[in-house]
């Protein structure tokens, strides 16, 4: 089946430093999205993004389906962007999303 | 309001009992998920339905249990064949294929 690696596994940041997520995919997908955990356990959507570019405030994400990857950008962090991040992907002919190994993050005042 | 509710929010259950967890949207939508998170680790798929009454296994179906009699609820049962049940289990939805995936808040099973 498919694999879907992410990097890195842990990131600490100071407040306002920025940084980049990746999400790696060993196969061909029809959606992509970014999640992140906040530390009640709950998912938040951040992005849906099976190709191209999209900006959500100091976020934003790539993915460049035909190289197989997504990378989620966070700038000038806040304490509030700690957790765990999730990329999961669907492949095609399924309805089923496979998740990331995550990239746990702890941003630091 | 929309969304996808799951209850109870905390579980606790002796070993060797049955428990159902519960997990209801009000989207409309119609495939339904159910993963298991264990500390640290990412989401593994148990069960999705995509339509009314009929549901297929994903990657970890053992010692569990599912129905989908209508389209607004998925309730998942944990027996007592689930070797290590104590987990956090999450309920997700998505208004078909190729669509966004939204999640409920979960649901923290501990089995004593």
């Known amino acids: 089946g498919i694999q879907v690696e992410q990097s890195p596994p842990d990131l600490i940041l100071q407040e306002g430093a920025n940084s980049t997520l990746r999400c790696n995919f060993s196969?061909?997908?029809?959606?992509l999205q970014w999640f992140h955990q906040n530390p009640w356990g709950q998912l938040i959507n951040l992005f849906y993004i099976p190709s191209g570019t999209k900006q959500n405030g100091r976020l934003s994400a790539t993915t460049v389906a035909t190289e197989r990857y997504s990378l989620l950008y966070i700038s000038s962090s806040q304490t509030t962007d700690s957790g765990v991040y999730f990329c999961?992907?669907?492949?095609?002919?399924?309805?089923?999303?496979?998740f990331g190994t995550g990239t746990r993050l702890k941003v630091l005042a | 309001d929309g969304g996808i509710t799951q209850s109870p929010k905390y579980l606790f259950r002796k070993e060797g009992q049955n428990v159902t967890l519960s997990c209801e949207q009000n989207?409309?939508?119609?495939?339904m998920y159910w993963y298991r998170q264990d500390p640290g680790q990412g989401l593994r798929l148990i069960y999705y339905s995509q339509i009314v009454n009929d549901f297929q296994k994903g990657d970890i179906a053992e010692g569990y249990s599912v129905s989908r009699e209508k389209k607004e609820s998925f309730p998942l049962t944990v027996t007592s064949a689930q070797k290590n049940p104590t987990a956090f289990y999450l309920c997700a939805s998505t208004p078909g294929f190729n669509t966004e995936a939204f999640f409920g808040q979960g649901t923290r099973l501990t089995v004593v």
């Open positions: 999961a992907v669907e492949p095609p002919g399924t309805y089923k999303y496979i």
């Open positions: 196969d061909s997908v029809n959606n």
């Open positions: 989207l409309n939508h119609d495939a």
